[in-house]
């Protein structure tokens, strides 16, 4: 093998015959790279907007197969006889009895694990970690039925302590998001601050905490995309709509922190079911 061939996993030349060493920092040709000023804004107020990541076709046939994952998830509790409220990979919301989250939902669907990873997220990805490579960490198919429950303001690095900071979040419109349906509200927060107590479980941040800083209302179209960093501090209302607001949250972390995301859902099954000792017998994975 000469020594000016081009490497295929790392963009890098390998290594002359006989000699093993190969270079510890890959540099992937990235076709989706995101610019400068993007890297420098992602850095400074801890997310930025991508408009159009997917075309309006391909938002349309994500969420047609948003609803399939749903009803593979229903049939498998039904098959085995469960009941769907107990399994943590499923969420209703109690008001309507309709689906409002699942946790994980890529590895239902081809399409969607496909989706996670799509070069035109991953160069994108790379470019924040220095043309290293994305590993998925978490993902979640948020679907928040009319006149469902939002979430409090919080970071996800809350119930990730322990886990890499380099976890980020790439979140995929496949519904417009607005104010009324409850869009994803992003803090800028200059230096990255942990608001929580070490131990903390609850989750919440009282926004008094941040009463003063400029807040983001993600208000996307159909494709539209967004990344932010596991510190950033986020909310969202309620959705006060007539309609579903369907969007996806794909995590990753920098490939050099090592493989994660089978750890995270070991310690996810822990943190869903800490409060329940008496009954934890009851809940399942499914």
Known sequence: MSSDTTHYVTGTPAPAAGNPTFRSEPRPKLQHRLSADQIRQYHEDGFIVIRGLLDSGEAEFYRAE??????AVRGLSETYRLDPMKNLRFELDTETDRAWKVDPFTDMSAAFGALA???RICDRLAGLYDGHEPRLFKDKLILKPPHSHGN????DHNWWQGFPESCLTVTIALDRTTRVNGCTRLWTVPDRRFFHEADSLSGQIPESAIADLPVTYLELEPGDAAIFHCLTPHAAEPNNSDH???VLFLSYNDSRDGEWRQAHYDHFFWYRTAAMEATRDEYYFL
Do not use: F, G, K, S
């Open 117 to 119: 990873r799509d070069r």
């Open 152 to 155: 409090n303001l919080h970071q």
């Open 244 to 246: 579903t607001r369907c």
């Open 66 to 71: 948003a609803n399939v994952v749903v009803e």
